[in-house]
Protein backbone atom coordinates (compact mmCIF):
# COMPACT_ATOMS: atom_id res chain seq x y z
CA UNK A 1 0.00 0.00 0.00
CA UNK A 2 1.26 3.28 -1.19
CA UNK A 3 1.13 6.15 1.24
CA UNK A 4 -1.33 9.01 0.83
CA UNK A 5 0.72 11.55 0.55
CA UNK A 6 3.75 11.84 -1.67
CA UNK A 7 7.57 11.50 -0.16
CA UNK A 8 8.22 15.52 -0.33
CA UNK A 9 12.21 16.09 -1.69
CA UNK A 10 15.01 16.92 1.02
CA UNK A 11 14.86 20.45 -0.14
CA UNK A 12 10.95 20.74 0.39
CA UNK A 13 11.42 19.61 4.09
CA UNK A 14 14.21 21.54 5.02
CA UNK A 15 12.45 25.00 3.30
CA UNK A 16 15.03 25.95 0.87
CA UNK A 17 14.74 27.61 -2.05
CA UNK A 18 12.29 26.60 -5.04
CA UNK A 19 13.99 24.06 -7.81
CA UNK A 20 13.37 26.54 -10.59
CA UNK A 21 16.71 27.98 -10.76
CA UNK A 22 15.40 31.22 -12.70
CA UNK A 23 13.29 32.14 -9.34
CA UNK A 24 15.70 31.02 -7.21
CA UNK A 25 17.54 34.24 -6.88
CA UNK A 26 14.65 36.48 -7.10
CA UNK A 27 13.00 35.14 -3.45
CA UNK A 28 13.89 36.45 -0.84
CA UNK A 29 14.86 33.66 2.18
CA UNK A 30 11.28 33.97 3.58
CA UNK A 31 9.57 33.93 0.20
CA UNK A 32 11.12 30.89 -0.50
CA UNK A 33 10.13 28.83 2.54
CA UNK A 34 6.42 30.49 1.60
CA UNK A 35 6.72 28.88 -1.49
CA UNK A 36 8.03 25.73 0.34
CA UNK A 37 5.26 25.61 2.50
CA UNK A 38 1.89 26.31 0.58
CA UNK A 39 3.49 23.26 -1.68
CA UNK A 40 3.54 21.06 1.05
CA UNK A 41 -0.11 22.16 1.88
CA UNK A 42 -1.00 21.72 -1.41
CA UNK A 43 0.26 18.02 -1.57
CA UNK A 44 -1.38 17.38 1.63
CA UNK A 45 -4.76 18.66 0.42
CA UNK A 46 -4.42 16.58 -2.54
CA UNK A 47 -4.19 19.44 -4.91
CA UNK A 48 -2.55 19.33 -8.33
CA UNK A 49 -1.44 22.82 -8.21
CA UNK A 50 -0.56 25.36 -5.45
CA UNK A 51 -3.02 28.28 -5.61
CA UNK A 52 -3.04 32.11 -4.70
CA UNK A 53 -4.85 30.52 -1.03
CA UNK A 54 -2.58 27.90 -0.35
CA UNK A 55 0.17 30.90 -0.59
CA UNK A 56 -2.06 33.01 1.66
CA UNK A 57 -2.28 30.79 4.33
CA UNK A 58 1.45 30.16 3.77
CA UNK A 59 2.43 33.86 4.13
CA UNK A 60 0.17 34.11 7.34
CA UNK A 61 2.36 31.39 8.70
CA UNK A 62 5.93 32.01 7.92
CA UNK A 63 5.95 35.69 7.15
CA UNK A 64 5.80 38.34 10.08
CA UNK A 65 5.49 41.10 7.78
CA UNK A 66 2.39 39.40 5.51
CA UNK A 67 0.54 39.02 9.36
CA UNK A 68 0.90 42.36 10.08
CA UNK A 69 -0.68 43.55 7.31
CA UNK A 70 -3.41 42.73 8.53
CA UNK A 71 -3.00 43.21 12.30
CA UNK A 72 -4.55 41.72 15.51
CA UNK A 73 -8.64 41.05 15.52
CA UNK A 74 -11.36 38.88 15.47
CA UNK A 75 -11.08 39.02 11.85
CA UNK A 76 -7.71 36.60 11.80
CA UNK A 77 -9.44 33.94 13.21
CA UNK A 78 -11.66 33.93 11.21
CA UNK A 79 -9.36 34.01 8.47
CA UNK A 80 -7.34 31.45 9.64
CA UNK A 81 -10.63 29.41 10.28
CA UNK A 82 -11.53 29.37 6.53
CA UNK A 83 -8.22 28.70 5.93
CA UNK A 84 -7.95 25.74 7.75
CA UNK A 85 -10.88 24.40 6.69
CA UNK A 86 -10.28 24.48 2.88
CA UNK A 87 -9.40 20.89 3.61
CA UNK A 88 -12.49 20.02 5.61
CA UNK A 89 -15.33 21.17 3.38
CA UNK A 90 -14.81 24.86 2.57
CA UNK A 91 -12.24 24.37 -0.39
CA UNK A 92 -13.04 20.84 -1.45
CA UNK A 93 -15.01 22.56 -4.72
CA UNK A 94 -11.68 24.15 -5.48
CA UNK A 95 -10.54 20.20 -6.07
CA UNK A 96 -9.65 19.51 -9.55
CA UNK A 97 -10.47 23.02 -10.76
CA UNK A 98 -7.30 25.28 -11.99
CA UNK A 99 -7.54 28.87 -10.45
CA UNK A 100 -7.37 31.50 -13.72
CA UNK A 101 -9.82 33.80 -14.02
CA UNK A 102 -8.17 35.15 -17.15
CA UNK A 103 -7.76 38.68 -15.62
CA UNK A 104 -3.93 38.50 -15.80
CA UNK A 105 -1.82 37.11 -18.19
CA UNK A 106 -0.87 33.78 -17.43
CA UNK A 107 2.78 32.76 -16.98
CA UNK A 108 3.74 29.20 -18.34
CA UNK A 109 7.11 29.12 -16.38
CA UNK A 110 5.42 28.62 -13.28
CA UNK A 111 5.10 24.41 -13.01
CA UNK A 112 3.29 23.43 -9.77
CA UNK A 113 1.37 26.95 -9.61
CA UNK A 114 -2.11 27.30 -11.09
CA UNK A 115 -1.99 29.97 -13.39
CA UNK A 116 -2.98 32.59 -10.95
CA UNK A 117 -0.69 32.08 -8.47
CA UNK A 118 2.06 31.88 -10.87
CA UNK A 119 1.68 35.21 -12.43
CA UNK A 120 1.64 36.50 -8.86
CA UNK A 121 5.31 35.13 -8.44
CA UNK A 122 5.69 36.79 -11.52
CA UNK A 123 4.41 40.25 -10.69
CA UNK A 124 5.76 39.68 -6.60
CA UNK A 125 8.62 39.65 -8.74
CA UNK A 126 8.84 42.78 -10.96
CA UNK A 127 6.94 44.80 -8.32
CA UNK A 128 10.36 43.82 -6.14
CA UNK A 129 12.46 45.08 -8.95
CA UNK A 130 10.68 48.33 -9.34
CA UNK A 131 11.15 49.28 -6.08
CA UNK A 132 15.48 48.64 -6.37
CA UNK A 133 15.15 45.45 -4.75
CA UNK A 134 16.66 42.04 -6.54
CA UNK A 135 14.47 39.62 -4.19
CA UNK A 136 10.36 39.76 -3.91
CA UNK A 137 9.70 39.36 -0.80
CA UNK A 138 6.02 38.07 0.79
CA UNK A 139 4.24 41.17 1.21
CA UNK A 140 5.10 41.76 -2.77
CA UNK A 141 3.64 38.30 -3.11
CA UNK A 142 0.86 39.17 -0.68
CA UNK A 143 0.10 42.34 -3.04
CA UNK A 144 0.10 40.50 -5.95
CA UNK A 145 -2.26 37.20 -4.60
CA UNK A 146 -5.06 40.08 -3.63
CA UNK A 147 -5.21 42.02 -7.45
CA UNK A 148 -7.46 40.04 -8.95
CA UNK A 149 -10.99 39.57 -7.76
CA UNK A 150 -11.39 35.93 -8.80
CA UNK A 151 -8.52 34.62 -6.85
CA UNK A 152 -9.16 32.08 -4.04
CA UNK A 153 -7.46 34.22 -1.38
CA UNK A 154 -9.80 36.76 -2.43
CA UNK A 155 -12.92 34.80 -1.99
CA UNK A 156 -11.02 33.57 1.20
CA UNK A 157 -10.91 37.01 2.46
CA UNK A 158 -14.14 38.03 1.58
CA UNK A 159 -15.71 35.36 3.51
CA UNK A 160 -13.94 36.58 6.48
CA UNK A 161 -15.44 40.03 5.97
CA UNK A 162 -11.12 41.39 5.03
CA UNK A 163 -11.80 43.76 1.54
CA UNK A 164 -8.80 42.61 -0.75
CA UNK A 165 -8.55 46.39 -2.07
CA UNK A 166 -8.00 47.32 1.93
CA UNK A 167 -4.85 44.99 2.50
CA UNK A 168 -3.47 46.22 -0.71
CA UNK A 169 -3.80 49.77 0.04
CA UNK A 170 -2.08 49.04 3.89
CA UNK A 171 0.68 47.05 1.63
CA UNK A 172 0.99 50.62 -0.62
CA UNK A 173 0.79 52.72 2.81
CA UNK A 174 3.47 51.04 4.46
CA UNK A 175 5.45 50.46 1.54
CA UNK A 176 8.87 51.83 2.28
CA UNK A 177 8.84 49.59 5.77
CA UNK A 178 7.97 46.46 4.18
CA UNK A 179 10.34 47.15 1.77
CA UNK A 180 13.18 47.22 4.38
CA UNK A 181 11.81 44.05 5.58
CA UNK A 182 10.42 45.28 9.01
CA UNK A 183 7.34 45.31 10.40
CA UNK A 184 4.81 47.89 9.42
CA UNK A 185 3.28 49.88 12.68
CA UNK A 186 -0.22 49.16 13.42
Known amino acids: MQPRIPRQSAQEQDCRRPDTPADDARLS ?11 RRAVRDGDRQIDTA ?8 HDPDAYAVFGEGPHMARLLGYLVQRTIGYGLRWQGTVEDSGAV ?20 CRRATGRGDTQARGVDLLAEIVADPQARAVEVLARAGIEASAV ?19
Open 29 to 39: DELAAVVSGAR
Open 168 to 186: RARIDEHRDEYAAGGEASR
Open 105 to 124: PVVMHGEGFSPLAASAMEHA
Open 54 to 61: HLLHSLLE
